[in-house]
């Protein structure tokens, strides 16, 4: 049986660590938000807040999103953005634009200095380069979540004229809580849109699935209701009903 070196280990929690934190998880996104919180990930200086070094044990319940890892929406938000653009970085915000009184638009510099020392900084981190196989076969799986039989989502999705890549998952909060969670992205070829839900005390990914699939429906446009307007005259003292 083998077993492996301190050094092995140390060099997969670090490892680990960096590419979690390159996709916005356990960091404050710097959106437009007073109060942001930056959540945990199982990186050595969490596991040292325990007195001891890291184990095999860390890595592997790491790896399967047990551990320390604990995100917000809006981080699994941008992961799984990052996750359907390729890898690329991006930054949340809720500010689409802002005009001043002359009629000119701020720029996205002159926001984040009238911002300064308010909110969080924009995390400035290097551009990573990620083999397309890698990719595709982390968007293939979550493409079968929803497009085939036995996916976790399938049931949902089976019928949407749209192709959805997706992720159920389970959040233990606590002894007697689990949240639901599913973090999903459509169309699959070209994405737009990418929605996190979380409903507390869900229990499973699949009861958010839904609320996703609902979603994506308005945003699409599945939801119009063409009417008809009445345009008959309608004469003094008469109504139309």
């Not at 077993?3 to 670090?14: A, K, L, N, P, V």
């Not at 710097?30 to 945990?40: D, I, R």
């Not at 005390?201 to 009445?230: A, R």
Request: charged share 25%; net charge negative; glycine share 10%.
């Amino acid at each position: 049986m083998y077993i492996s070196t301190q050094w092995e280990i140390d060099f997969g929690i670090d490892k680990m660590d960096e590419y979690i934190k390159y996709f916005g998880l356990g960091e404050k996104t710097g959106v437009e938000l007073v109060g942001e919180e930056k959540g945990t990930r199982p990186s050595r200086e969490q596991i040292a807040k325990e007195n001891r070094e890291p184990n095999e044990r860390d890595i592997l319940s790491s790896a399967i999103g047990q551990s320390y890892n604990s995100y917000t929406p809006l981080q699994l938000a941008k992961y799984i953005a990052m996750i359907a653009n390729g890898g690329k970085q991006i930054h949340p915000t809720i500010i689409k634009s802002i005009i001043k009184p002359n009629g000119t638009r701020l720029s996205k510099e002159e926001i984040r200095n009238a911002t300064k020392g308010i909110l969080p900084e924009v995390p400035n981190i290097d551009e990573k380069q990620f083999k397309k196989e890698h990719i595709k076969a982390i968007l293939e799986g979550m493409k079968a979540v929803t497009g085939e039989r036995g996916g976790t989502a399938y049931s949902v999705f089976k019928n949407f004229n749209i192709e959805v890549g997706g992720k159920t998952g389970s959040a233990e909060v606590s002894e007697t809580r689990t949240d639901g969670l599913f973090v999903g992205f459509a169309p699959f070829d070209d994405p737009e849109i990418g929605i996190v839900t979380v409903i507390e005390n869900g229990v499973v990914g699949f009861h958010t699935s839904e609320v996703v699939l609902k979603i994506m429906q308005e945003y699409f446009g599945m939801n119009v209701t063409h009417v008809k307007e009445n345009t008959q005259e309608v004469k003094e003292g008469e109504y139309i009903l």
